[in-house]
């Protein structure tokens, strides 16, 4: 099948590349303003490249109006946070299903929006929500299904990944175009929380900066508390000697999850479930949508019920 991507020049392009390559597809046509995307030819190198989005469309409707063979089924969308819900009703508009890296939206309504357009044109609308193909994800999926849940699991989901001053020059930066923190790199995060453990019951804010936030969920079956962060000053101490410069935490019952292996290939499984029409939807996403929306307009609460413990060393 026909591949057209949009955003080549980011850290998530490259697996999608490398998806359409394994599941033995073609990338044919690709859009990104920057022109530093030498990447591009570890994959396909004779795929066409704009760095205007007026060419792109352009040429993407002659793709549309010409013979079966090279029109393109799908349109793989890695742009900026803001600008996927634009993009996917592109992808749509041009006779494309759309694949959507997360989050697929910044605000739950847009959901019920891009609803109606996959009514109108009859495309699908597929997500990365990579976590929920994850082997260990769904083996305590499977557990806590087969608990005798008399009280709720108890969880502390800690992920820090720090980022140099570049980031706020950057979009990411911005909190109109990112979501902010909790947007741009917890979404995946709460998706498998709900996943894991049914539905959002409670959503409370402790602390929020341009750097870090952290709070407290309550689930169907778990009670978590969350800390997310980009400041490399909240490493570990024992970890910081080492030289990391990311740490991720999950515990459940104060066990930890052990998840860290086994990611380089989940957008590969990602695309075959969704070229075999096993894809993660619009409804799929919305819950964890609706949470970092709320997170995003809480008035943070401080310390009090059930923080998170890194939030001691921050608010001494």
């Given at each position: 099948m026909n591949f057209a991507l949009i955003g080549a020049a980011g850290?998530?392009?490259?697996?999608?590349?490398?998806?359409?390559?394994?599941?033995?597809?073609?990338?044919?046509?690709?859009?990104?303003?920057?022109?530093?995307?030498?990447?591009?030819?570890?994959?396909?190198?004779?795929?066409?490249?704009?760095?205007?989005?007026?060419?792109f469309d352009r040429h993407i409707d002659k793709l549309r109006r010409s013979n079966h063979h090279n029109q393109i089924?799908?349109?793989?969308?890695?742009?900026?946070?803001y600008l996927h819900d634009s993009h996917v009703r592109f992808a749509l508009r041009s006779g494309a299903n759309a694949i959507c890296e997360k989050p697929l939206v910044l605000n739950p309504w847009n959901i019920d929006a891009l609803k109606e357009i996959e009514n109108d044109t009859g495309c699908k609308i597929n997500t990365i929500l990579q976590l929920r193909l994850h082997p260990e994800i769904i083996k305590l999926k499977e557990k806590v299904a087969k608990s005798d849940i008399s009280s709720k699991f108890e969880v502390?989901?800690?992920?820090?990944?720090s980022r140099g001053k570049w980031y706020f020059h950057s979009w990411k930066g911005d909190k109109k175009k990112s979501g902010g923190i909790a947007t741009n790199i917890?979404?995946?995060?709460?998706?498998?929380?709900?996943?894991?453990?049914?539905?959002?019951?409670?959503?409370?804010?402790?602390?929020?900066?341009?750097?870090?936030?952290?709070g407290y969920l309550e689930?169907?079956?778990?009670?978590?508390?969350?800390?997310?962060?980009?400041?490399?000053?909240?490493?570990?101490?024992?970890c910081k000697?080492?030289?990391?410069?990311?740490?991720?935490?999950?515990?459940?019952?104060?066990?930890?999850?052990?998840?860290?292996?086994?990611?380089?290939?989940?957008?590969t499984l990602s695309y075959k479930e969704i070229i075999a029409g096993r894809g993660f939807g619009l409804e799929e996403n919305r819950v964890a949508i609706e949470?970092?929306?709320?997170?995003?307009?809480?008035?943070?609460?401080?310390?009090?019920?059930?923080?998170?413990?890194?939030?001691?060393r921050i608010l001494k």
């Open positions: 850290y998530i392009a490259p697996r999608h590349m490398k998806a359409i390559k394994d599941t033995q597809n073609k990338l044919v046509a690709i859009l990104d303003p920057s022109d530093s995307v030498g990447i591009i030819d570890a994959y396909f190198s004779d795929a066409d490249f704009f760095s205007e989005f007026e060419r089924n799908y349109i793989s969308i890695c742009s900026p946070n502390d989901l800690t992920y820090i990944a917890g979404v995946h995060f709460y998706d498998m929380l709900y996943f894991i453990f049914g539905n959002c019951q409670e959503n409370i804010v402790h602390y929020s900066s341009e750097t870090k936030a952290a689930y169907d079956n778990a009670r978590v508390r969350w800390f997310l962060s980009i400041d490399s000053e909240d490493i570990p101490h024992t000697i080492e030289g990391q410069r990311t740490y991720r935490s999950i515990t459940v019952n104060n066990k930890e999850v052990e998840f860290s292996g086994g990611f380089a290939d989940l957008h949470t970092v929306a709320q997170i995003r307009s809480a008035d943070p609460q401080s310390i009090k019920g059930e923080y998170h413990p890194f939030l001691k």
